[in-house]
């Protein structure tokens, strides 16, 4: 298993998307061997912690100078900047090193920033975990990006779509995280990607009668582009609107390394909590959670755990669709910061539907995305690869 991030602690979706996997993969009584490449520091903990689901950790580190290099020369590899910035021939050779002395029977490459590090190896089976369409994040940010930075977002678009073709061919089974992902990614059999859905944890995400202290929550990796548009968007434009109804209403920004800009929205209504030990006792503390995502791709970890702990949800289309939940009935959906406030206002004066909206959510998502379903699927795949 090859990953870009070390997968602990879970603080972002890929993150947690290769822990759960993980986890599954050892339980099912499977050998794992990990390659994880980090522009981090690991802690003795956090190893420790993956190194109970693994037969053996390797963890290559990028320094600064590393990562300047390779984002230099990814120009003239003509290679996507997310691609690039995770290779170099050093790193290669240590991977290639590595599966020759494993002799695995599968290579799993989590994201298009691993796929070249599978290139070498066509007579051992692979499979590779797309996540997110990222032709679909790229192009998101190339419209919302400044005119002096636009024709880096373009090429940096064209080039996720050359390199998703030609990259397709490097392995025997893709996954992708949702349907609408699927449809937008540039491979030449989109149809045959297999999706599997983010699974939450039922047994760790459950409802808990705790008294609410706070109005309304929003979670998630501080420092990720489409999150911090989306609390800046929630503060600066949704709440105004609540405020002069409830002025009194307050909001947690609750997620690990916050951006300046997410920093500057504290005040006395609206905490930014940083770092937390237990995601859990944000979502408790909470009456409703409102994801007002305008940015960002495939299925959002922090909707399915709020509603698995029985929050009323709103969200934004974007967020929505690759859901599949049934508007009204199991989510709020808005796209307007009138819509949203509207939304909140709604529930905050209507506990009786608040808790109905909550409770549809909750047997959706218990019902749609355990994770005991997707590593159902996970488990056909790699079967059948193999």
Known sequence: MIVSRFPYPLEKGDKLRAFQHLSYLKQAGHEVHLIAL??????????AKIESFCATVHIIKLSFLNRLMNLTFSFFRGLPLQVGYF?????HKLVDQTIREIK???IYCQLIRTALYKKNFENIPGII????????????RLKNAPLLLKPIFQRELNKVKSFEMGSYKWF????????????????????????????????????????????ITFVGNMNYPPNVDASIFLVREIMPIVWKSKPDATVQLAGANPHASVMALASDKVKVTGWVNDIRDCYHISR?????????????????????????????????????????????????????????LYLLQNPDKAELIAKSGFDFVTGTY?????????????????
């Open 129 to 140: 975990d797309y996540m997110d369409a990222f032709s679909i994040g790229t192009a998101q």
């Open 104 to 106: 695995p029977e599968l």
């Open 172 to 215: 025997k089974s893709h996954l992708i995280i949702s349907d609408q992902d699927r449809k937008n990614m540039s491979v030449p059999e989109a149809a045959a990607l297999r999706v599997i859905p983010n699974g939450v944890d039922t047994d760790f995400f459950q409802p808990k009668n705790i008294a609410k202290t706070t109005d």
């Open 370 to 386: 355990s994770i005991r379903h997707s590593h159902q699927i996970l488990e056909t795949v790699f079967t059948k690869t193999v």
């Open 87 to 91: 290779y170099s021939k050093r790193i």
């Open 288 to 344: 409703i959670f409102v994801a007002p995502m305008r940015t960002g791709t495939g299925l959002q970890n922090k909707l399915l755990e709020a509603m698995a702990v029985q929050l009323p949800c709103i969200t934004t289309t974007i967020s929505f669709t690759p859901l599949h939940a049934e508007a009204t009935k199991d989510i709020l959906v808005g796209n307007t910061k009138e819509e949203i406030a509207g939304h909140i």
């Open 38 to 47: 980090t522009d981090e520091a690991i802690s003795e903990q956090s190893k």
